[in-house]
């Protein structure tokens, strides 16, 4: 009877596997393209946003870039799933902890707009931009009662969740979740620079995003909250930060080539 259930749990998770680790490489050839449009940001192009919907724009634009776009926004859709599983069945490495459940919630809920903007972009042709879609949504806000409040809280979390992957990189706490009994030694000294350097990126770029939709709310401002392209360009028209462009668009290619290895070595 044992062997019976423990087959059928084993064969319910096979197709999470296959969800996460697709929605994995979804999410890292994101990051990698992003990671480039900031290093083409940093040399002075002003030639595509670098955000999420900015690098799958700049993706159509090649020979066959449009079906590989399908394939990302169907990645990130099994990405937004697999992390409702997550938080309606535990995740892996943490047991039954609410705080990693509601985690994966919120980075399904997430990963869920993306995908959805994705398929938006792929069926109606749409060239809006996503840091103009951002404005305009924090404008709308602000015009309601409270509104100024409710924009500047979300941005206190994004600044707050900014800082928890910095401290994550540096701490190496995502290497619990990986098989690192599956690498050589030396693939795991290589994957372990790639997750320490990249989600610091990551989170250093999502803490900056974050800070301007609080300046955004104190200033009355919409334009400012333009999100990761916004962050990124801040930068970029900074003087005495420009070479901080430089360091945040190489670890978020780093952290595009670790997604990979994740995608990989995930234990799911």
């Known amino acids: 009877m044992t062997a019976t259930l423990t087959a059928r749990g084993a064969a319910r998770s096979d197709p999470m596997k296959r969800l996460a680790r697709l929605g994995l490489a979804a999410r890292a050839a994101i990051y990698l393209l992003i990671g480039i449009l900031a ?21 159509t634009r090649h020979t066959g870039g449009t079906a590989l776009v399908w394939v990302i926004a169907v990645g990130l859709a099994a990405y937004a799933l697999w992390r409702f599983s997550e938080a309606a069945f535990g995740v892996v490495g943490e047991g039954n902890k609410a705080v990693p459940r509601l985690q994966s919630f919120a980075r399904g809920v997430i990963y869920t707009f993306f995908a959805v ?11 809006s931009s996503q840091a103009g879609q951002q404005a305009e949504f924090t404008a709308k806000t602000m015009r309601h009662t409270g509104g100024r409040w409710a924009v500047g809280i979300v941005g206190a979390v994004v600044v707050i969740c900014g800082l928890v992957l910095v ?35 990551r989170g250093a770029v999502f803490a900056l995003a974050g800070a301007l939709v609080i300046v955004a709310a104190v200033q009355y401002d919409p334009r400012k909250a333009t999100g990761l392209d916004g962050a990124l360009r801040q930068l970029a028209d900074s003087s005495s930060w420009s070479w901080l462009l430089y360091l945040i ?20």
């Open 117 to 127: 903007s994705a398929f938006t972009l792929l069926l109606q042709n749409s060239s």
């Open 249 to 268: 668009a190489a670890g978020l290619v780093v952290f595009g080539i670790y997604g990979f290895a994740e995608a990989k070595w995930r234990r799911t």
């Open 39 to 59: 290093i083409a940001l940093a040399l002075g192009s002003p030639r595509g946003e670098a955000d999420q919907r900015g690098a799958l724009q700049a993706l």
């Open 167 to 201: 401290w994550q990189g540096l701490t190496r706490s995502f290497e619990k979740y990986l098989n690192l009994g599956q690498m050589s030694p030396r693939t795991r000294r290589v994957v372990e620079f790639l997750g320490v350097f990249g989600t610091a990126a």
